[in-house]
C-alpha cells in the first residue's frame, strides 16, 4: 500500500529557510516524485520533482534558492528551502508516481499519489 507522510513545514521570516522531507513506501523500480504547493485561491502548482533515474525539474520562481533531493529508494524526498519569500507561503504536498515513466515532472495529472499536505508561511 502507497503512504506518503509529509513532515517539516513551520513559520519563518523572509530570507529564511526550511527543509520539508517525505516518507514514501511502496514503491519499487522507475518512480517519480515532486512538491507541489497550494496558496488560497490559487491553484496547485509544481515546485520541484525527480525521478528515479535522475531527471530533475524546478519551476522557475524557486530555481537557485531550492533544492530537491532523495538519497536512494530508501530515504525520504527532500525539498531544502533557502532565502524563502512570503510568495512562497502556501500548503506543500508530496506526490508520486509509480509505474509508468513520468514525461513531464512538474505537471499535477503525472502524479497518483498524493499526501496530506504541510503548511509553510513565510512572514516579510
Known amino acids: 500500500q502507497v503512504q506518503l507522510v509529509e513532515s517539516g513545514g513551520g513559520s519563518v521570516q523572509a530570507g529564511g529557510s526550511l527543509r520539508l522531507s517525505c516518507a514514501a513506501s511502496?514503491?519499487?523500480?522507475?518512480?517519480?516524485m515532486g512538491w507541489f504547493r497550494q496558496a488560497p485561491g490559487k491553484e496547485r502548482e509544481g515546485v520541484a520533482a525527480?525521478?528515479?533515474?535522475?531527471?530533475?525539474w524546478y519551476v522557475d520562481s524557486v530555481k537557485g534558492r531550492f533544492t530537491i533531493s532523495k538519497d536512494n529508494a530508501n530515504n525520504p524526498l527532500v525539498l531544502q528551502m533557502n532565502s524563502l519569500k512570503p510568495e512562497d507561503t502556501a500548503m506543500y504536498y508530496c506526490?508520486?508516481?509509480?509505474?509508468?515513466?513520468?514525461?513531464?515532472?512538474?505537471?499535477?495529472?503525472?502524479?497518483?499519489?498524493w499526501g496530506q499536505g504541510t503548511q509553510v508561511t513565510v512572514s516579510s
Open positions: 525527480m525521478d528515479s533515474v535522475g531527471r530533475i
Open positions: 511502496g514503491y519499487s523500480g522507475y518512480y517519480c
Open positions: 506526490a508520486a508516481r509509480g509505474g509508468g515513466y513520468c514525461y513531464d515532472l512538474g505537471r499535477r495529472q503525472t502524479y497518483n499519489d
